[in-house]
């Protein structure tokens, strides 16, 4: 069953394939990480398809930009802007749009499972919100601004606090949503070796057991 959430935007911002996860360069192989990064938006917008909201890929990648439009996402291509300007570039058309709020998901997040959605939209309960799940490197894994445009985005680094900050500028109170699965982003090797537990059923668990777990213990 889906979950309805009425003029609810999602939006996963990904970086140019040639760039992505060059934290994990001493892992894995450029096509490598091409690869991972596909089956993680791939596991996501898996599990967005079943929630009722409009899903918005924004990228400068046109591969990228093709596999949101085959799963049912729109494209919105940016000419390689820093993050926090291309997420602008989303969130201002929900705004344009008419868009109640948005939730903005970075695109590495594959353990992601519906009932964390649900939740986050489920925690903003007036007109003025913001809900944001904190990374366990205090970055920012999630964030839900009703209405959208509410506060100034400030991904990047150590951003969680930074949110914290803008939302009580803007005279909110932000809820803060904990889960492992939204917390556990894939950056470094002990996040590919929790993908074995927390990613059943998912592509990149799969294409990680395809690579051999031994490559990951040294």
């Given at each position: ?6 003029e609810?935007?999602v939006?996963?911002p990904l970086k140019?394939?040639?760039?992505a ?12 990480r091409?690869?991972?990064v596909?089956?993680?938006l791939s ?14 890929v924004?990228s ?10 085959g799963?049912?996402a729109e494209a ?5 802007l820093?993050?926090n ?6 969130v ?13 998901l970075p695109?590495d ?5 519906v ?8 925690m ?7 809900v ?9 894994n999630?964030?839900l601004?009703r209405p959208?445009?509410?506060i ?13 900050r803008?939302s009580l500028?803007a005279?909110i109170?932000?809820k803060?949503?904990?889960?492992e ?5 894939v ?5 590919l070796?929790?993908a074995e537990?927390l990613?059943?059923?998912t592509?990149?668990r ?12 040294r």
């Amino acid at each position: 069953m889906e979950t309805v959430v009425e003029e609810g935007w999602v939006v996963l911002p990904l970086k140019h394939l040639s760039k992505a996860k060059s934290s994990l360069e001493g892992v894995l192989t450029p096509e490598e990480r091409k690869e991972l990064v596909l089956c993680m938006l791939s596991d996501m917008l898996r599990i967005l398809s079943q929630v009722r909201m409009r899903k918005v890929v924004v990228s400068p990648d046109e591969e990228v930009l093709r596999l949101a439009s085959g799963m049912g996402a729109e494209a919105v291509r940016e000419p390689g802007l820093e993050l926090n300007l291309a997420l602008s570039l989303a969130v201002g058309k929900a705004v344009r749009e008419g868009a109640r709020e948005v939730l903005i998901l970075p695109a590495d997040l594959p353990f992601l499972r519906v009932e964390d959605v649900e939740k986050m939209v489920g925690m903003a309960s007036s007109e003025r919100e913001v809900v944001i799940a904190p990374s366990s490197a205090r970055g920012t894994n999630a964030l839900l601004l009703r209405p959208p445009g509410v506060i100034p985005l400030r991904f990047g680094g150590e951003s969680f606090p930074l949110h914290v900050r803008e939302s009580l500028r803007a005279g909110i109170r932000p809820k803060i949503y904990r889960s492992e699965t939204v917390a556990t982003d894939v950056d470094g090797v002990g996040d590919l070796l929790r993908a074995e537990t927390l990613g059943l059923g998912t592509q990149t668990r799969e294409f990680l057991l395809s690579l051999g777990r031994y490559r990951f213990e040294r």
